[in-house]
Nanobody
Framework: QVQLVESGGGSVQAGGSLRLTCAASGYGYIEYNMHCMVWFRQAPGKEREGVAALNTAGSKTYYDDSVKDRFTISYDNPKSTVYTVYLQMNSLKREDTAMYFC????????????????????WGQGTQVTVSS
């Protein structure tokens, strides 16, 4: 069983930056098996959408066009029982306002369908990001 806990959300003005953190634990499983780690976001009244993903083995990354060149997903090489995935968000826009969720599934990210929420079995509770003009 894997537990995911997000942190780092907050309120920021447009053009500012935030770094979200996802701490994954419960996980001799993640340490020894490839996982796809993904950041999703959901704005009020909208569908949950994938914004960035990475393979824990090989470091291949994926980005939605709306955040490419502004957001960066990365992770710490596991040296303990907590595995950490980050989402560095720069040049934030009002339309980035949403609840951000960390998600994971065993195996590599799916090249063409990584954005689909139904692929992921592990989810965090989310962290709110609010961008004001």
């Amino acid at each position: 069983q894997v537990q995911l806990v997000e942190s780092g959300g907050g309120s920021v003005q447009a053009g500012g930056s935030l770094r979200l953190t996802c701490a994954a634990s419960g996980y001799g499983y993640i340490e020894y098996n490839m996982h796809c780690m993904v950041w999703f976001r959901q704005a009020p009244g909208k569908e949950r959408e994938g914004v960035a993903a990475l393979n824990t083995a090989g470091s291949k990354t994926y980005y939605d066009d709306s955040v490419k060149d502004r957001f960066t997903i990365s992770y710490d090489n596991p040296k303990s029982t907590v595995y950490t995935v980050y989402l560095q968000m720069n040049s934030l826009k009002r339309e980035d306002t949403a609840m951000y969720f960390c998600a994971a599934e065993p195996g590599p990210c799916r090249d063409f369908t990584w954005r689909l929420r139904y692929n992921y079995i592990y989810w965090g509770q989310g962290t709110q990001v609010t961008v004001s003009s």
